[in-house]
């Protein structure tokens, strides 16, 4: 069995996570390693922020993966704090394995750890793998998500 390592991100880490981001078909059309530099400032963002966690897990030493983690307070369903899960990236070659089931169960634990009692997360509707394995986790497809740029 493989040993994964989950610790919290560091600014050095930014260009295996961005790696990682653009480690897909999605991803290589809008992440680039070639300028980390907006990736620098919302890292500073993200780092200051106690209701962000960027996270990194590790294999050997080798970052393999990411997740980022924000808890939401609410005063919906009498005051439920929400745990919102973005992010969730497993290398390609690392894939498989069941790194992302251990990510996963390490990030629900950090969101009870921090008085979440609802983890949710929104995902591309092109990725069905991806929806298959957060239904495997116990996810429901409770809702339809939308978006706006601005």
Same mark, same amino acid.
Not at 79 to 105: D, F
């Given at each position: 069995?493989?040993?994964?390592?989950?610790?919290r991100? @560091? =600014?050095?880490?930014?260009?295996?996570?961005?790696?990682?981001?653009?480690?897909?078909?999605?991803?290589?059309?809008?992440?680039?390693?070639?300028?980390?530099?907006?990736?620098?400032?919302?890292?500073?963002?993200?780092?200051?922020?106690?209701?962000?966690?960027?996270?990194?897990?590790?294999?050997?030493?080798?970052?393999?993966?990411?997740?980022?983690?924000? @808890?939401?307070?609410?005063?919906?369903?009498?005051?439920?704090?929400?745990?919102l @899960?973005? =992010?969730v990236?497993? =290398?390609?070659?690392?894939?498989?394995?069941?790194?992302?089931?251990?990510l996963?169960?390490?990030?629900?634990?950090?969101?009870?750890?921090?008085?979440?009692?609802? @983890?949710?997360?929104?995902?591309?509707?092109?990725?069905?793998? =991806?929806?298959?394995?957060?239904?495997?986790?116990?996810?429901?497809?409770?809702?339809?998500g939308?978006?706006l740029?601005?």
């Amino acid at each position: 069995m493989v040993r994964m390592q989950m610790r919290r991100a @560091v =600014a050095a880490d930014l260009p295996a996570i961005v790696e990682l981001l653009a480690d897909d078909g999605l991803g290589r059309g809008r992440e680039s390693v070639a300028d980390l530099t907006p990736y620098r400032r919302a890292f500073e963002v993200l780092d200051r922020d106690p209701a962000q966690l960027l996270a990194v897990a590790e294999v050997d030493g080798v970052i393999v993966g990411t997740v980022q983690l924000t @808890v939401i307070p609410g005063l919906s369903q009498r005051g439920r704090t929400r745990g919102l @899960v973005e =992010a969730v990236r497993i =290398a390609s070659g690392r894939r498989g394995q069941g790194l992302g089931e251990e990510l996963m169960r390490w990030v629900i634990g950090e969101a009870k750890e921090q008085g979440c009692d609802l @983890v949710q997360l929104t995902s591309n509707a092109v990725r069905r793998d =991806a929806h298959r394995f957060y239904e495997r986790l116990g996810f429901a497809p409770s809702h339809v998500g939308f978006k706006l740029e601005i």
